[in-house]
C-alpha cells in the first residue's frame, strides 16, 4: 500500500539553509495533510498541516506547500537548525474516511550539519 | 502542554503470551487510535475508536488484538497470543472532536513491544 511516499530517505544540509522534503501521494480522496517530526525513542511529533482548499501554510520557520494537480507536498523549513535533525513524515487522510485514520509515508531522515 | 502517555516504554515477551499496552490520551480528547511501526518500516493504522466502540480496524487487527477503553481516562491495546511478527512500536494517537477537516492526532512515545 503506496498512497503516500516519500521517496528521499535522507537529506543533509547545512545549518542556515533551506531544507525541502518531498511528499507524493496517489489516492485523489486525500484531502487532509500533515507532517510530524520524529525524535529517536519518541512519538511521532505534530509540526505542521495543510487542507487541499489551500495550496500553501506557513508556521515560522515551517512551510507546506500543496500541488493537487501533480498530488505533491512540500516541507520547507528555513533556516534548518541542528534541533532540525530527525525523521520526518508524511501523513494524509480523507473526509470520506470520517474516522481519520492517516496513512503515512516512509519518512526522510534529515541531519543538519553546523 | 497536555501529552499522551503510553506505558510500558519497552514489554519483552514470550510468544504466545497475552500483553496489554497502555495509554492515556489527552483528556478533552474523544477520537483514540493505535498505529505500529515494524523496524524499518512505515507507521501503519490499526484501529480508531469513538464513543466507546471500534469505529475502524485494518486488516492487521484480526481477532488477536482488542482495544478497550475501561474508564474515563485509559486506552488500551491486547494482543491475546503474541507472535513473534507482533514485534514492532506501538503508537497511541488522540484527537479533538470536531471538524473532520482538521484532523491533528497527536502521538504517544510509543511501547516497543519485543516478542521472544
Known amino acids: 500500500d503506496q498512497q503516500v511516499k516519500q521517496n528521499s530517505p535522507s537529506l543533509s544540509v547545512q545549518e542556515g539553509r533551506i531544507s525541502i522534503l518531498n511528499c507524493d501521494y496517489t489516492?485523489?480522496?486525500?484531502?487532509?495533510f500533515l507532517w510530524y517530526k520524529k525524535y529517536p525513542a519518541e512519538g511521532p511529533t505534530f509540526l505542521i498541516s495543510?487542507?487541499?482548499?489551500?495550496d500553501k501554510n506557513e508556521d515560522g520557520r515551517f512551510t507546506v506547500f500543496l500541488n493537487k494537480s501533480a498530488k505533491h507536498l512540500s516541507l520547507h523549513i528555513v533556516p534548518s537548525q541542528p534541533g532540525d535533525s530527525a525523521v520526518y513524515f508524511c501523513?494524509?487522510?480523507?473526509?470520506?474516511?470520517?474516522?481519520?485514520?492517516?496513512?503515512f509515508g516512509a519518512g526522510t531522515q534529515v541531519v543538519v550539519t553546523p | 502542554e497536555p501529552e499522551v502517555t503510553q506505558t510500558p516504554s519497552h514489554q519483552v515477551t514470550q510468544m504466545g503470551q497475552e500483553v496489554i499496552l497502555r495509554c492515556v490520551p489527552i483528556s478533552n480528547h474523544l477520537y483514540f487510535y493505535w498505529y505500529r511501526q515494524i523496524l524499518g518500516q512505515k507507521v501503519e493504522f490499526l484501529v480508531s475508536?469513538?464513543?466507546?466502540?471500534?469505529?475502524?480496524k485494518s486488516e492487521i487487527f484480526d481477532d488477536q488484538f482488542s482495544v478497550e477503553r475501561p474508564d474515563g481516562s485509559n486506552f488500551t491495546l491486547k494482543i491475546r497470543s503474541t507472535k513473534l511478527e507482533d514485534s514492532a512500536m506501538y503508537f497511541c494517537?488522540?484527537?479533538?472532536?470536531?471538524?473532520?477537516?482538521?484532523?491533528?492526532?497527536?502521538f504517544g512515545a510509543g511501547t516497543r513491544l519485543s516478542v521472544l
Open positions: 495543510i487542507s487541499s482548499i489551500k
Open positions: 501523513a494524509a487522510s480523507a473526509a470520506a474516511d470520517s474516522w481519520g485514520k492517516l496513512q
Open positions: 494517537a488522540s484527537k479533538k472532536a470536531g471538524s473532520l477537516a482538521k484532523n491533528i492526532q497527536y
Open positions: 489516492n485523489s480522496m486525500f484531502d487532509y
Open positions: 475508536f469513538y464513543n466507546n466502540e471500534i469505529s475502524e
